[in-house]
């Protein structure tokens, strides 16, 4: 989706930011318990005011939040009373923590430093065709080899036209296979999912694939 969807979404709230949990993603709870990110640098793409972050960052070495829309921002130090250092405009550093308010997309490697881990959780499938293939080689052209990226998915039927998409298996071979093994850690059946009563879907399944870079 274009940057004013998501302006707007996080000006209006309620059930337009109704993808923000109010406690940990159990998938980032399978990183943190599985010490895969203990030493780690660790990027949150389109990181929204996620609370797995300040989890990520009791254990990692360095995380590394990117956000769009700069009130999205506002909430998420607010709501964690984190008194971030403004080193520079659209940077703020509390302690290992850093949130950056940058489009993703402008994103570089020499910008961002070396990465050991991605999390990704609602931001593949945040976009459609074509920025899910844009977002799938930027983020690959980030990543130096023996990178880790853990990618949460939902697939669902019959499909919508609105975020989040519905990204199964096939398609993560389809952006990833070339450039990363990839493990399929979690492929669980969710009927008690929020969306499904809300959209009055016939299935949803939630996926986690741990992908390692080459
Ligand atoms: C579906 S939300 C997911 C947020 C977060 N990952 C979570 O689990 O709650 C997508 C987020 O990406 C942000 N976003 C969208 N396009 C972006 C871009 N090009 N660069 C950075 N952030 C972006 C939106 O503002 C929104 O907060």
Redesign the pocket.
């Known amino acids: ?1 274009e ?1 004013q969807f ?1 302006i707007d ?2 000006d209006e709230g309620g059930s337009k930011t109704s ?3 109010p406690e940990v ?1 159990p998938h980032a709870r399978y990183l943190v318990d599985g010490g895969l990110l203990d030493g780690a640098r660790v990027l ?7 609370l ?1 972050m300040p989890a990520f960052a009791r254990r990692a070495r360095e995380v590394v939040g ?4 700069e009130s ?1 921002v506002a909430q998420f130090l607010a709501d964690n009373a984190i008194d971030p250092v403004r080193t520079e405009p659209g940077v703020f550093r509390a302690g290992n923590l850093t949130v950056l308010v ?4 402008d994103l570089t490697a020499a910008d961002l430093g070396s990465v050991d881990v991605v999390y990704d ?3 593949l499938v ?1 976009f459609p065709e074509p920025m899910r293939e844009r977002y799938a080689a930027h983020l690959t052209g980030l990543l130096p080899a023996g990178a880790r990226y853990f990618l949460n998915t939902l697939e669902y039927a019959p499909v919508m036209d609105t ?2 998409f519905s990204v199964g298996p096939d398609a993560v071979r389809g952006y990833f296979g070339d450039a990363f093994d990839i493990e399929h850690v979690f492929d669980d059946d969710r009927p008690d999912h929020r969306m499904v009563a809300k959209f009055g879907l016939e299935s949803l399944r939630e996926h986690g694939f741990l992908l390692h870079r080459r």
């Open positions: 989706m940057r998501w979404s996080w993808f923000h949990l993603h949150v793409p389109l990181c929204g005011k996620s797995d990117v956000e769009l829309v999205a940058r489009d993703f997309f959780r609602a931001c945040a975020p989040p």
